[in-house]
């Protein structure tokens, strides 16, 4: 699960998951996509 919320004008943004159904490297890479897509997103709502 990913959520997020805005703290002092800032996105801030979490990932929770299960160790019992994920690999930590799995999640990794999913939580960097998801970084990725959340910079080029914000990018976008601020030009």
């Not at 699960?1 to 994920?22: P, Q, R, Y």
């Not at 960097?32 to 080029?40: G, T, W, Y």
């Amino acid at each position: 699960m990913f959520e997020g919320e805005v703290i002092d004008d800032e996105l801030v943004v979490g990932a929770k998951f299960s160790t019992d159904h994920f690999h930590e490297a799995d999640i990794d890479v999913l939580t960097r996509r998801i970084a990725e897509l959340m910079r080029s997103t914000t990018g976008e709502m601020a030009s």
